[in-house]
C-alpha cells in the first residue's frame, strides 16, 4: 500500500487543473495523481497553493507548518514508502567551491560561523596587529620579500635580515640586477637558500616578462619562481586587496579548531576543505560595507595568522582572549588539544660531521658547494661525514684529494635541516703536503667576513677568534 497524505489544490486551469480538480474533490493525492501530475509543465506547478493541512511524504515543512511542494521532492513517483518526518527547512548552499567542501560540516553552521567570524577577526586585528616593517606599505615587492623570508622563519629574526634586504636592494630592478654573491651574502644566517635563489631568478623574470613591474594577477604571481598558492594569495590580498585565499600552518590550526575539522589538514581530502573555507572568508570579506577602504581582504588574512601566531597557537592555546572563541567548535568541545589533527612527523635522523680550520700565513683554506645541491652556491671549511661510531684518525682524506692531520679540538655545534639533526666536530688542522693547488680557495679574515657561509659555518667562524 502507498501512503497517501491530504492535500487540496485550487486556481489551476487546463489539463493540470482538471487532473488535480479531482484529487481536490476526493482531497487525496495517491500515486496515480503524482503520476499524471508529472506532465504538468513548471508554471503549473509554482501555481500550487500552500495550505496549513497535512502535506504528504517528501514535502518539507518549515516551523509555522506550511506545505512547500516540489515535485522533484514528493517522490511518490516510485513504489517506495517515504518516511513521515519532519525536516528543517534547507539552507541556500555557500558559493562554490566552499559548498562542496563544507558540506560535512553542514552548510547552515558553516556559513553562520563564517558570517560572525570576519567582523569578529577584523575588529581584532585593527586593535591588536603587531608593528612589523612590511605592514607600513602595501608595495608588492616589500610585500614578496617578506612573506619569503618569513617562511619557515620568526618574525623576530626576519625582521633585521627585511630592513637589510630592502636598504639594499629596494625594488624589483635592484635584486634582478644584483650578484649572485650578494644576494646570498644579505641571506645569510636564514637558511633554505633556494628562497634567495628563487627570489633572485624571479625578479630577472619579471624584468623581462613585466618590465620590471611586479605583477597584479594572481596566475601571473603563481608563475614566478619559488611562489606557490599560499605565497601567491599573500601577496595579491595583502598587497593589492584581493579575495585571494591564504593556508599557511597557521591558518590550518585556526580553521581545523574553529570549524572542528577531523583529519590531516595537509591530507588532500582536508586540505581542499580549509582552502574552501579561506576562499569563503576572504570572499565574505570583501562584501563587508567600505572593504576597499578598510582593504578587509588584507586585514582579514593578516588576521588569520596573527591569530595563530599569537592566540591559537599549537599548545595551550589562550581561547579566554580569542575572538573565535563563541563561534569555536573545539573551544566548546574541550578538544583544542586534539586538532589540527596532523600526521605523525618522520623521525629525526642524527649526522656526524667533522669540519677542519687550515690556515697558512694568515689565510684560511675554503670550498664552495656544489650547484644543485643543499645549501649550493654558499662557501664552507672543508669537512666529512662520518658514521656515530667512527674513530677520527691523524691522517684525513677530504673529497677535494686532500689529506690532514687533526691537531686541536675547537668544540663542536649542532643545527637541524629538515628531519636531519647534525653534529659537527670542529678542529684545527694542517695539510700533510703544503703546496697549494689550483683548484683550492685560500682567503684572509676580512675576505671570510664577505663570503655567504652556511649558517654552522659561520658560527665556526666565530669559534676561530
Excluded at 485550487?10 to 500515486?31: I, K, T
Excluded at 516510485?78 to 518526518?85: D, F, I
Aim: aromatic fraction near 6%; charged fraction near 20%; glycine fraction near 6%.
Amino acid at each position: 500500500m502507498h501512503r497517501e497524505g491530504a492535500i487540496r489544490f485550487g486556481g489551476l486551469r487546463g489539463r493540470g487543473g482538471a487532473l488535480l480538480l479531482g484529487a481536490r474533490r476526493s482531497r487525496r493525492f495517491n500515486v496515480e495523481s503524482a503520476e499524471a501530475l508529472d506532465s504538468l509543465t513548471p508554471p503549473a506547478v509554482r501555481t500550487l497553493k500552500r495550505r496549513k493541512r497535512r502535506a504528504p511524504s517528501g514535502c518539507r515543512i518549515d516551523a509555522r507548518g506550511r506545505k512547500h511542494f516540489f515535485r522533484q521532492a514528493l517522490g511518490l513517483v516510485s513504489t517506495a514508502v517515504a518516511p513521515r518526518t519532519r525536516q528543517r527547512p534547507t539552507a541556500p548552499a555557500l558559493p562554490a567551491p566552499t559548498a562542496t567542501a563544507v558540506a560535512r560540516l553542514g552548510a547552515a553552521p558553516a556559513r553562520r560561523t563564517i558570517t560572525a567570524l570576519v567582523p569578529a577577526l577584523l575588529e581584532w586585528f585593527a586593535a591588536s596587529a603587531r608593528a612589523m616593517p612590511w605592514r607600513q606599505t602595501h608595495d608588492p615587492y616589500a610585500v614578496w620579500v617578506s612573506e619569503i623570508m618569513l617562511q619557515q622563519t620568526q618574525v623576530k629574526t626576519v625582521i633585521p635580515y627585511w630592513e637589510r634586504w630592502m636598504r639594499d636592494l629596494p625594488d624589483v630592478a635592484a635584486l634582478a640586477g644584483a650578484p649572485a654573491a650578494k644576494v646570498l651574502k644579505l641571506w645569510e644566517g636564514l637558511g633554505y637558500y633556494s628562497r634567495a635563489r628563487n627570489l633572485h631568478a624571479a625578479a630577472q623574470l619579471i624584468v623581462e616578462k613585466f618590465g620590471g613591474r611586479f605583477p597584479h594577477a594572481f596566475p601571473e604571481i603563481l608563475e614566478l619562481p619559488g611562489i606557490g598558492r599560499y605565497t601567491a594569495g599573500a601577496i595579491a590580498s595583502i598587497a593589492y586587496n584581493q579575495p585571494a585565499p591564504i593556508l599557511d600552518g597557521n591558518v590550518m590550526r585556526v580553521l581545523t579548531r574553529v570549524f572542528g575539522i577531523d583529519g590531516d589538514p595537509r591530507g588532500k581530502a582536508t586540505n581542499q576543505q580549509l582552502w574552501a573555507l579561506a576562499t569563503h572568508l576572504v570572499e565574505h570579506a570583501a562584501r563587508t560595507p567600505d572593504s576597499a577602504k578598510t582593504r578587509a581582504c588584507s586585514q582579514l588574512n593578516q588576521s588569520l595568522m596573527e591569530l595563530g601566531a599569537l592566540v591559537c597557537t599549537p599548545r595551550q592555546p589562550a581561547c579566554p582572549v580569542c575572538p573565535a572563541r563563541k563561534s569555536c567548535i573545539a573551544h566548546r568541545d574541550q578538544r583544542t588539544h586534539e586538532l589540527p589533527a596532523l600526521a605523525p612527523r618522520a623521525a629525526t635522523t642524527a649526522r656526524r660531521f667533522v669540519a677542519f680550520v687550515i690556515t697558512r700565513a694568515g689565510r684560511h683554506l675554503v670550498q664552495q658547494r656544489p650547484s644543485g645541491g643543499v645549501n649550493a652556491g654558499l662557501w664552507e671549511f672543508p669537512n666529512l661525514e662520518l658514521a656515530a661510531a667512527a674513530a677520527l684518525t691523524d691522517r684525513v682524506v677530504l673529497a677535494t684529494g686532500r689529506v690532514v692531520r687533526p691537531t686541536t679540538r675547537l668544540g663542536s655545534l649542532t643545527h637541524s635541516i629538515t628531519r636531519y639533526r647534525i653534529t659537527v666536530e670542529i678542529y684545527r688542522a694542517e695539510l700533510w703536503e703544503d703546496p697549494p693547488q689550483p683548484h683550492e680557495h685560500w682567503v684572509s679574515a676580512s675576505e671570510l667576513e664577505e663570503l655567504a657561509l652556511t649558517s654552522a659555518h659561520r658560527k665556526i667562524v666565530a669559534r676561530m677568534r
